[in-house]
């Protein structure tokens, strides 16, 4: 009796759980995924973003109004200020193209006054923790996914994902390469690169290829550059992409007194007065240029054609 093992290599497609946001592109792995971000986006999941010259970074977790607050500070940013409308539009689309879900926003009431043990408000100085103080009872708000992203008042000990804010500002080390332009935030743990043309990548790495999308006609063989890229064409076309071909009786020449007739990758040299020759032409290395060979055609013809 044999037993019979069955074995099946399955790859998990770990993007099927669309894991990258903000637009980002998921590129799935064996026993992992990751994401190609858009031109302002950055992180692992594509959780931070700049627009309008501030960074913002999407939590994926929920947490209470304190802890978000310390964890924006942790990052020297702080929870997002939401000052006008346009301003919730843009995070609401942002935060609906992320985590999808409720986000605190920065905005709080003051916390309620402090009493003494007579009832008395309190007015001594005492040292406070991080944040404090704040009662249970204290209200924060929210932009609440269930109502498109409208701002509303809930109980700071509640829990929700968070937006953190930082400034954008130039990098103090340059990460980007070829010319590109750093900025940075949340104390540079994100930076974005402005490419110059004709580079692209995270670092403005790649050298993009011109080539790629086969501009040289007729065979001719493409050179990339730096935002441009350089035909060489085979013998009898010209131009940029090698798409005209040559006007070889323009820039070859027949014998004197002779007539040249051009046709597709040739030219012919044609003596008008056939009568008068006593020998038929012979070809010689001369006869055509570089490139050609030479055919007799008649007693006072002969063409060149491209070898
Ligand atoms: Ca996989
Ligand atoms: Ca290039």
Known sequence: MYDIVLVYHSDIDECASSPCWLGGTCLDHVNGYSCVCPKDAAGKICETASFAGECYQFSPIAVSYRDAARACRATEGHLVDVNDEQQQRLLADNIAASSGVSNWLATRTAPLPLLTSDGSPFSGHIQWSAGEPLSPF?????????????????????????????????????????????????????????????????????????CASNPCQHGGTCQDDVNSYSCSCPTGFIGDNCESEMDWCSVVQCPFGWICQVSTSSFQCVDPAPITREFPYQCRSASCPDGMYCTEETIASFSCRVE
Do not use: H, M, W
Request: charged share 20%; glycine share 6%; net charge negative.
């Open 138 to 210: 204290d209200l924060c708000v929210l932009l609440d996914s269930s109502d498109n992203y409208q701002a509303k008042i809930a109980l700071c000990t509640e829990q929700y994902n968070y937006v953190c804010q930082s400034a954008l500002k130039p990098c103090q080390s340059d990460v980007c390469q070829n010319g590109g332009n750093c900025t940075s935030c949340f104390n540079e743990t994100t930076t974005f690169c402005d490419c110059p043309d004709g580079f692209e990548g995270n670092f403005c790495e790649t050298n993009i290829d011109e």
